[in-house]
């Protein structure tokens, strides 16, 4: 079975990414970057957009005008996330338990990517996959919980929370 994926990619790296993930599954699948236009139309008149189409190419090219039929499938339904949850309660106070998030983070290639009144969201990618993870902080009783809630794909979750808990044992305590 085909599958045409088109991907929006922000950046150089994140394209880089996908080329690397592509020559990794070359062996497994077989994969094709089409050449030229490729667009979706929706239409009821694809027959007449088809003979107007062909009618505009050169003979040799109107020869390579390849045509599917799509059936737009949500993948992201069928593959599960998986979450891991790293918690400590330290004597720190949360500005000393933030510098020293921040310094493990920053260690460890992990970037901020937004904030609400709950929690802080940062990402991590690697070359296993992405990692989101979802800090949030509360004092209580003289002390400071923190919980990570790290979530991705594959065996991306279970790298990612490994380093973070070598590295975190050590400056909160495990």
Wanted: net charge positive; no cysteine.
């Amino acid at each position: 079975m085909k599958y045409l994926f088109i991907v929006s990619y922000e950046d150089d790296a994140e394209r880089k990414r996908i080329d690397y993930l592509l020559e990794k599954w070359q062996e497994r699948a077989r994969i094709s970057k089409p050449k030229g236009l490729t667009f979706i139309i929706e239409t009821n008149e694809i027959s007449e957009f088809a003979e107007e189409l062909l009618s505009k190419l050169n003979p040799s090219s109107s020869k390579r005008v390849e045509s599917f039929v799509l059936h737009e499938k949500d993948l992201r339904s069928q593959i599960r996330s998986t979450t891991t949850v790293i918690e400590y309660q330290s004597n720190e106070s949360p500005e000393i338990v933030k510098k020293l998030l921040d310094y493990v983070f920053s260690k460890n290639n992990i970037r901020y990517h937004s904030s609400d009144l709950k929690s802080t969201k940062y990402f991590v990618l690697t070359r296993k996959g992405r990692v989101d993870i979802a800090v949030t902080m509360e004092s209580k009783n003289g002390k400071t919980w923190i919980k990570l809630s790290l979530s991705g794909y594959g065996e991306a979750v279970e790298h990612i929370a490994k380093k973070l808990k070598e590295d975190l044992d050590h400056l909160l305590g495990g």
